[in-house]
Nanobody
Framework: QLQASGGGLVQAGGSLRLSCAASGRTFSLYAMGWFRQVPGKEREFVAAIGWNGGREYVGDSVKGRFTISRDTTKITVYLQMNSLKPEDTAVYYC??????????????WGQGTQVTVSS
């Protein structure tokens, strides 16, 4: 099970940190990542990190502003979002995958947390 939290309303230029806590499986061996989706649009890859933190991928639209990390227990992943823009407004979903790290991650999904950036 993946539980995402930390979303909310923030002004443009502000920051938020999303958390995704994993439980119920050996998620410490899973790559974890974040996607986002706006109603009527396709889901967009945001960032991902390997099971041991050794590989990180960040989507082009957030590169230089968002950072992904995971804690030493490897079962909580964070998305630090800085310099937020109105176009970052979306529901953010946490994902986990045993083999894939990046846009093709697809094994498990969390319930999503809403991020709204006002101009």
């Amino acid at each position: 099970q993946l539980q995402a939290s930390g979303g909310g309303l923030v002004q443009a230029g502000g920051s938020l940190r999303l958390s995704c806590a994993a439980s119920g499986r050996t998620f410490s061996l899973y790559a974890m990542g974040w996607f986002r989706q706006v109603p009527g649009k396709e889901r967009e890859f945001v960032a991902a990190i390997g099971w041991n933190g050794g590989r990180e991928y960040v989507g082009d639209s957030v590169k230089g502003r968002f950072t992904i990390s995971r804690d030493t227990t490897k079962i909580t992943v964070y998305l630090q979002m800085n310099s937020l823009k109105p176009e970052d407004t979306a529901v953010y979903y946490c994902a986990a995958d045993r083999l894939r790290v990046g846009p093709l991650m697809d094994d498990y999904w969390g319930q999503g947390t809403q991020v709204t950036v006002s101009s």
